[in-house]
């Protein structure tokens, strides 16, 4: 059909033409957090779990470690047969990767030589193992501490070679606070490096008798070291001072979820000094799903801290077989929102480990 244009509705569709050019080109000129950013892809992380091997235990009981019996024959070897063990388990629970860390059997001495020399033979060994599977394992680099000088060095030989994700250290270290000043030349090259800190209970008992001479140190010990370590952090403003370190912390925060509020009520008359609201610092960090499966420990950490601060986590080997699967399963059966679920299984780990 023969269509007759005027002028007008020439001009009229140079004028749409125009105009959508000009859209085009101012779309161009946003900045780039502003335009539509691809959709993130899954990639479960198991971000809590070990390796270790007889020669490591063996260095650091000589060394004075008394609880290496904890570790040995777990099922967190580097042998072949282990390895396919574990890999079974994980592609069982759907887990595309485990992220390494030492911790509680960390190279820290008071000794110099030897936290050096047990610091340089895991990081050696988890070089090894991640070279070997690079599929499978991601690590988290271990340090001499307390010797802060000397952790630098390492931190430098092994962090880019090794393509690690950050460091792990325990929740104190030969007795010292985290948030003790004399780390804070660690912190800020964590910082500069924007990478990760990932805390894990030292097995210390919180060094008291009231829970090691009463042989509680991991059924209750383990998750009163996090709150602590934690309340220290939060009160010393360590997340504040360090916004480029992602502090990661493990077992759902500890007892955190249920004593936050108190701490907002409580900090301005007891430790006025603490640099902000409890609850606020506490969401500039991370935590870790082990909870040994109980939904309303998950529940609470969710509704109290909220669900893009928190990742997977299994504690392999101590949660190994049924009890693996479970640690990841129990996320989907504790009642969330399924948008919530998704979130803590398959992205958030990857994306806060600098991962995705």
Same mark, same amino acid.
């Given at each position: 059909?023969?269509?007759?244009?005027?002028?007008? %509705?020439?001009?009229?569709?140079?004028?749409?033409?125009?105009?959508?050019?000009?859209?085009?080109?101012?779309?161009?000129?946003?900045?780039?957090?502003?335009?539509?950013?691809?959709?993130?892809?899954?990639?479960?992380?198991? !971000?809590?779990?070990?390796?270790?091997?007889?020669?490591?235990?063996?260095?650091?009981?000589?060394?004075?470690?008394?609880?290496?019996?904890?570790?040995?024959?777990?099922?967190?070897?580097?042998?072949?047969?282990?390895?396919?063990?574990?890999?079974?388990?994980?592609?069982?629970?759907?887990?595309?990767?485990?992220?390494?860390?030492?911790?509680?059997?960390?190279?820290?001495?008071?000794?110099?030589?030897?936290?050096?020399?047990?610091?340089?033979?895991?990081?050696?060994?988890?070089?090894?193992?991640?070279?070997?599977?690079?599929?499978?394992?991601?690590?988290?680099?271990?340090?001499?501490?307390?010797?802060?000088?000397?952790?630098?060095?390492?931190?430098?030989?092994?962090?880019?070679?090794?393509?690690?994700?950050?460091? $792990?250290?325990?929740?104190?270290?030969?007795?010292?606070?985290?948030?003790?000043?004399?780390?804070?030349?660690?912190?800020?090259?964590?910082?500069?490096?924007?990478?990760?800190?990932?805390?894990?209970?030292?097995?210390? !008992? $919180?060094?008291?008798?009231? @829970?090691?001479?009463?042989?509680?140190?991991?059924?209750?010990?383990?998750? @009163?070291?996090?709150?602590?370590?934690?309340?220290?952090?939060?009160?010393?403003?360590?997340?504040?001072?360090?916004?480029?370190?992602?502090?990661?912390?493990?077992?759902?925060?500890?007892?955190?979820?249920?004593?936050?509020?108190?701490? %907002?009520?409580?900090?301005? =008359?007891?430790?006025?000094?603490?640099?902000?609201?409890?609850? @606020?610092?506490?969401?500039?960090? =991370?935590?870790?799903?082990?909870?040994?499966?109980?939904?309303?420990?998950?529940?609470?950490?969710?509704?109290?801290?909220?669900? %893009?601060?928190?990742?997977?986590?299994?504690?392999?080997? #101590?949660?190994?077989?049924?009890?693996?699967?479970?640690?990841?399963?129990?996320?989907?059966?504790?009642?969330?929102?399924?948008?919530?679920?998704?979130?803590?299984?398959? #992205?958030?780990? $990857?994306?806060?480990?600098?991962?995705?």
């Amino acid at each position: 059909m023969e269509q007759n244009l005027t002028r007008r %509705d020439l001009l009229r569709a140079g004028s749409r033409a125009a105009a959508v050019c000009a859209a085009g080109s101012l779309l161009n000129l946003l900045p780039a957090q502003q335009k539509r950013a691809p959709a993130p892809r899954r990639l479960r992380v198991d !971000g809590h779990a070990h390796v270790w091997n007889p020669d490591y235990l063996d260095l650091v009981e000589s060394y004075g470690k008394k609880d290496t019996s904890v570790q040995r024959d777990k099922g967190a070897g580097t042998s072949e047969a282990e390895m396919d063990k574990r890999f079974a388990l994980m592609d069982a629970a759907g887990v595309d990767m485990q992220v390494l860390s030492v911790c509680p059997q960390a190279p820290h001495f008071e000794d110099k030589v030897q936290a050096v020399t047990a610091a340089r033979k895991i990081n050696d060994l988890y070089g090894e193992v991640v070279r070997k599977y690079p599929k499978k394992f991601k690590a988290l680099v271990a340090l001499p501490l307390p010797h802060v000088d000397e952790a630098l060095k390492e931190l430098d030989r092994v962090l880019g070679p090794m393509g690690a994700l950050g460091v $792990a250290t325990t929740t104190t270290v030969a007795g010292r606070s985290l948030s003790d000043p004399a780390f804070a030349p660690l912190f800020e090259e964590l910082n500069r490096r924007g990478t990760v800190l990932y805390v894990h209970p030292a097995g210390a !008992g $919180a060094h008291t008798p009231m @829970i090691a001479d009463y042989h509680v140190t991991w059924m209750i010990g383990a998750p @009163i070291e996090d709150t602590i370590s934690i309340a220290h952090l939060i009160t010393k403003g360590i997340p504040q001072k360090y916004p480029g370190m992602r502090i990661v912390n493990s077992h759902l925060g500890g007892a955190l979820p249920m004593v936050l509020q108190r701490m %907002d009520n409580q900090y301005g =008359w007891e430790n006025p000094e603490t640099p902000e609201k409890p609850s @606020i610092t506490a969401k500039r960090m =991370w935590y870790d799903t082990v909870a040994h499966a109980h939904p309303p420990a998950i529940r609470a950490a969710v509704d109290t801290l909220g669900a %893009d601060r928190i990742i997977l986590g299994t504690d392999f080997p #101590y949660e190994n077989g049924d009890l693996f699967k479970h640690a990841i399963s129990y996320i989907s059966d504790a009642g969330l929102k399924q948008a919530d679920i998704t979130r803590i299984l398959d #992205y958030n780990g $990857a994306k806060v480990l600098g991962l995705a």
